[in-house]
């Protein structure tokens, strides 16, 4: 098979794009849709028949020099290797379900051209993170999706708060974008070139401190993308987007990005054990903050957005602990049952007519039987029930802390089964308070369009057998994806306490299950207390930054616009005007308009020269 | 040369001065005229005496010029004497000012 049809990966939703860009308005609404759904869908066939050429070593190619000067070399070029076959197999796939849904969800809107055309793009983006063979190309995806993002979050900017919503995922990502790119000119610096295995293979060669200096600029890079603690407070604002964008974002796309990032330069990141630490760390601690906040939402696209976040963070959390293969299954299955679950709310806020506030749901399983039971599947995904794939991703991930042994990793062991309790709680919670219940919505519900509910059924195939990717050797499995990705050795524990841990992993399962069974079967009536609006606000991190960062930051804006601009640099030019004006003013007196005066001074200045001349030839 | 230069350049200076003065101190602007014209006669005789004390025919060539060009002066300044009183009825120098500052 000819490599260069990898490049048809990224460039067929490219060119669904820009087509889309160009012509879309024209075309009638179906057209504009039907092109791409079928441009993300050609690339997931592409992605199947191309799947070979990413077995072991995988696949370099070049298709030509995007920047070259003397040393540096950025080549537009992809790696098609065992980690990005599999990640891009899973981006086409979902996207190309969500766009169907998509087709479905936006089918009144007029402005499906740009929808579709950012859309589009965005998957592209993504591709060139997932394929790029040198950190440039990468970074151009980067920036590529943090900019369809911006367009897409704010997509119905004619609300003020959808358009902030929208600058504020653009520049908080921004920040962290800011770190990947210091270490990626200082990659450059060491290695004197960008190409990604490259840096991977010589990564031994430079300085313990430096590298995790490194490590920590490229976790920063991976925490704005993957809103992760500090940079997390534009995720839950980006639900003011279209429900597929949600989806797209928070489970395919955008969001694992730095996951991805992580794993791509896992060779570079594992060396340096100070950083290794600090993304289990931060992992960690957005998985248990993230949960903590999802407790209390109300608005059901804001818990997920929570989830999400915790999720994300078991991921880093698995980067931390030295699993790939975790992270990635973590990864895969997160984004079947993410999606399922995304798509499954905007069905929910469909058939509540609009409301997406869960105080006013209740009910809806007499309504749509099939969205509950599509909803429960991803519900149980994510609280880990056991056998889900869910659950086989995620105690893959605490299993390999656990082996770790350390009294480091065995806290934040114990934080992620404290975390996943949690979890477990917040979606029964959502389960309970949105499908059981008595009703409680006044709108009457929207018709679900056939497009939206029949996407659903496959993400909850995926989701719910997903644990068959990477099937644990206790359950008789060959951790296939360990394998694929390289690496084949999990940890190895006795079975004896492999077993107590799936039993501690279930207590605390059935635990927040029974907590949530309890409080929420029945609904107990909109909730007020301090620590839940505490919660509500996301531990009020953004006005903490308000005080922290905004306030200054405005301060010095004040400074430098009335201090700079208006005392200083105006009152020197509008100064000096004052003064020729002032000075001017006593020079026009000399212009009487009187011609005898003009010819005294005329007069008065021939006697002057004359005088002048007399005086030099007395010397 | 029977009158020497030096009497030839008195006289021009004289009659420079008193034109100069004609043109300061009188309001009419006829009689400023006048003042200007006499001054460009005294310019007129020192080339001619200097023409004279140098035996060169140049300086009474461009005097020749100057008379020329002094008619056509004369015919264009009254002109627009006429043209000034007609829109201010008056040739007082005072009243046009309107190129003040």
Known sequence: MNPLLLFLIPALPLLGGVF???????LPQRAVAAIAVASVACSFVLTVFLWSLGAGEGTRTVLFSWLKSSGFQADVGLLFDPLATIMTLMVTGVATLIHLY???????????????????????????????DNLLFLFLGWEGVGFCSYGLIGFWYRKAENASAGRKAFIVTRIGDLFFAIALLWLFRLFGTIAIDQINGRAAEIDPQMLTVLVLLLLGGACGKSAQLPLMTWLPDAMAGPTPVSALIHAATMVTAGVYLLCRMFPLVSLSPTGMGAIALIGMLTALYAASCAVSQREIKRVLAYSTMSQIGYMFFAVGVGTVSGAMFHLLTHAFFKALLFMGAGCVIHLAGGENDIYRMGGLKQKSPLVFWLFLAGILCLAGTPLTGGFFSKDAILLTAFARGDAFF???????????????????????????GAERQNEKGHELSPLMLWTLPLLALFGLFGGLLNLPHLFGGHEWLGHWLGQPVGVVLPVGTELGLLLLMLIFFVGGWLIAHLRYRTFPGDEQAGWRNFLLQGWRFDTLYEFILLRPYRLLCRFCWQGGDKALIDGVVEGLGQLWMHWGGYARRLSTGQIGFYLQGFAWGFLLILGWFLLMSVK | MIVPLEHVLFLSAILFMLGLGCVLARRNLIMILIGVEIMLNAVGLTLVGASAFWQQIDGQIMVIFLMAMTSAEVSISLAMVVYLNRRKGTVDVRAFDEMRG
């Open chain 1, 410 to 436: 065995a806290l934040l062991w114990g934080l992620g089964v404290l975390t996943a309790g949690v979890t477990s709680f917040y979606s029964f919670r959502l389960l309970y308070l949105v499908f059981l």
């Open chain 1, 102 to 132: 998509a087709a479905g969800y936006m089918a009144h809107d007029q402005n499906q051209a740009r929808f579709f055309a950012l859309l589009n793009l965005f998957v592209f983006a993504m591709l060139c993170i997932v394929l790029a």
């Open chain 1, 20 to 26: 889309n860009t160009c012509f879309g308005s024209r």
